[in-house]
T-cell receptor, first 111, second 120 residues
Framework: GENVEQHPSTLSVQEGDSAVIKCTYS??????FPWYKQELGKGPQLIID?????GEKKDQRIAVTLNKTAKHFSLHITETQPEDSAVYFC??????????FGAGTQVVVTP | DGGITQSPKYLFRKEGQNVTLSCEQN?????MYWYRQDPGQGLRLIYY???????QKGDIAEGYSVSREKKESFPLTVTSAQKNPTAFYLC???????????????????FGPGTRLTVL
């Protein structure tokens, strides 16, 4: 089955700097890659997603890149703010229903 | 206000007891899911349902049971057979390609606020 690895497990950045989280996946048939943000004690919220027919997608300060050949995808957050502090999860799926999640990255933005 | 609700937010159980977690959605989604989250780990799929009266085991179904009698509801029962039930439980829903619903992404899952279960 699919296996998703996520790095780093923790990431501390200064406010205003950029943060990058990387994920690799094992199943070459995976075609959907969402990113979720989870605040303490809450459910994950979808922040951005990308499909295998697209190499990059942006939404304001957030961008995701996908390298199908290398089977990895990354989340980029620019101009980080304290409210970006949370746990971020990547996931991969070959079709709807069975998302395989990475272990998560704790992002801490320090003023 | 559309969304997914889970209740209760916190649940305490004595060893040997079964307990049922509630998940309700008014997004008109046909597919619903249950995940378990342990500290420092990602989400693991327990059960999922593509349509009413049908459900499938996920990666860690042992010790759990579900039912799907209504489109809006997908309750999860944690049985006494689950050896380590203390965890954060998350319910999600999505459009199902089986439903014939047009528009939106069948991959995108939307999560509820979660239930934290503690076994005493």
């Amino acid at each position: 089955g699919e296996n998703v690895e996520q790095h780093p497990s923790t990431l501390s950045v200064q406010e205003g700097d950029s943060a990058v989280i990387k994920c690799t996946y094992s199943d070459s048939a995976s075609n959907y890659f969402p990113w979720y943000k989870q605040e303490l004690g809450k459910g994950p919220q979808l922040i951005i997603d990308i499909r295998s027919n697209v190499g990059e997608k942006k939404d304001q300060r957030i961008a995701v890149t996908l390298n199908k050949t290398a089977k990895h995808f990354s989340l980029h957050i620019t101009e980080t703010q304290p409210e970006d502090s949370a746990v971020y999860f990547c996931a991969a799926s070959r079709g709807w229903g069975k998302l395989q999640f990475g272990a998560g990255t704790q992002v801490v933005v320090t003023p | 206000d559309g969304g997914i609700t889970q209740s209760p937010k916190y649940l305490f159980r004595k060893e040997g007891q079964n307990v049922t977690l509630s998940c309700e959605q008014n997004l008109n989604h046909d597919a619903m899911y249950w995940y378990r989250q342990d500290p420092g780990q990602g989400l693991r799929l327990i059960y999922y349902s593509q349509i009413v009266n049908d459900f499938q085991k996920g990666d860690i179904a042992e010790g759990y049971s579900v039912s799907r009698e209504k489109k809006e509801s997908f309750p999860l029962t944690v049985t006494s057979a689950q050896k380590n039930p203390t965890a954060f439980y998350l319910c999600a829903s999505s459009i199902s390609p089986l439903s014939g619903t047009s528009g939106g992404s069948t991959d995108t899952q939307y999560f509820g606020p979660g239930t934290r279960l503690t076994v005493l």
